[in-house]
C-alpha cells in the first residue's frame, strides 16, 4: 500500500506530518529522519483495531492482508 503524507517544517523547529487519507493521522519530529520513523508508527497505530471489542465466533476467520 502506498500513502501519500504531507510534510510541514513546524514554526517552533522540527517537522510535523499529515495522512490525508486516514483522517486523524498525523505526527511530529525534531528532525526529518525522526519525522520518517513516526509517521509508520503513527500509520500502524492509526490502521490498528483492537478485537476484543469485535464479536469473533469458531466460525469467523480473523486474517491480515497487504494491499
Known amino acids: 500500500m502506498k ?3 504531507i510534510v510541514h517544517e513546524a514554526e517552533e523547529g522540527g517537522y510535523w506530518a499529515e495522512v490525508p487519507s ?3 493521522c498525523a ?3 525534531d528532525s526529518f529522519n525522526e519525522l520518517l520513523n513516526n509517521i509508520y ?3 500502524d497505530a492509526c490502521l490498528s483495531v483492537d478485537l476484543k471489542d469485535i464479536s469473533v465466533t469458531d466460525k469467523d476467520r480473523v486474517m491480515e492482508i497487504a494491499v
Open 41 to 43: 508508527e503513527a500509520v
Open 27 to 29: 505526527t511530529q519530529g
Open 3 to 5: 500513502l501519500k503524507v
Open 22 to 24: 486516514i483522517p486523524g
